[in-house]
T-cell receptor, first 116, second 114 residues
Framework: QKEVEQNSGPLSVPEGAIASLNCTYS??????FFWYRQYSGKSPELIMF????GDKEDGRFTAQLNKASQYVSLLIRDSQPSDSATYLC????????????????FGQGTILTVHP | DAGVIQSPRHEVTEMGQEVTLRCKPI?????LFWYRQTMMRGLELLIY????????DSGMPEDRFSAKMPNASFSTLKIQPSEPRDSAVYFC????????????FGEGSRLTVL
């Protein structure tokens, strides 16, 4: 079982719709969770992070975390063609003994296409 | 502020040659990470440093790979000898311990081994 799993897609949604991206992780002790966006040929850039169970909203983006189910999701409201990219879920295993130093384990990414 | 700076951006070499990739982290960041990205395996962590000390190199695929961080502003990833299966995009990322945990990525070095 992979440590961080995502549906590779591609996920195609019409402009203006809600895009829902999902991620599961295997390490129950994981502490923090990140969503990165990567445009083709570019480097990953952070969209959101979440530490606590529940929802966290930032503009058109909402991250949702359920630690009991080991599940993280990202909702993109009012999707735009400029949102078309690969979305990477990343997990920090936590600072057990202070040894993780913030290393992130990434999922394979979900390709999102928003069509006009 | 300058971001993470990597060089070269593109490298094409022949099998058996030595390859050296370079990274300058963001000033003030004390953790540095080397990742490799391929279509098949996604983003894989190779090695990371904290305060210039290698913490975990379990992701380094083989002895052909080595990494150093001689000071807080410079790191290298070396492959010797290179093989076609090493072809990938290599990313360097940095963060400041105690911050939100966000990794800041460089633009990557695209390596092609013929």
């Amino acid at each position: 079982q992979k440590e961080v799993e995502q549906n590779s897609g591609p996920l195609s949604v019409p402009e203006g719709a809600i895009a829902s991206l999902n991620c599961t992780y295997s390490d129950r002790g994981s502490q923090s969770f990140f969503w990165y966006r990567q445009y083709s040929g570019k480097s990953p850039e952070l969209i959101m992070f979440i530490y606590s169970n529940g929802d966290k909203e930032d503009g058109r983006f909402t991250a949702q975390l359920n630690k009991a189910s080991q599940y993280v999701s990202l909702l993109i409201r009012d999707s735009q063609p400029s949102d078309s990219a690969t979305y990477l879920c990343a997990v920090n295993p936590g600072d057990a003994g202070g040894t993780s130093y913030g290393k992130l384990t990434f999922g394979q990414g979900t390709i999102l296409t928003v069509h006009p | 502020d300058a971001g993470v700076i990597q060089s070269p951006r593109h490298e094409v070499t022949e099998m058996g040659q030595e390859v050296t990739l370079r990274c300058k982290p963001i000033s003030g960041h004390n953790s540095l990470f080397w990742y490799r990205q391929t279509m098949m395996r996604g983003l894989e962590l190779l090695i990371y440093f904290n305060n210039n000390v290698p913490i975990d190199d379990s992701g380094m695929p083989e002895d052909r790979f080595s990494a150093k961080m001689p000071n807080a502003s410079f790191s290298t990833l070396k492959i010797q000898p290179s093989e076609p299966r090493d072809s990938a995009v290599y990313f360097c990322a940095s963060r400041r311990q105690g911050d939100t945990g966000e990794l800041f990525f460089g633009e990557g070095s695209r390596l092609t081994v013929l």
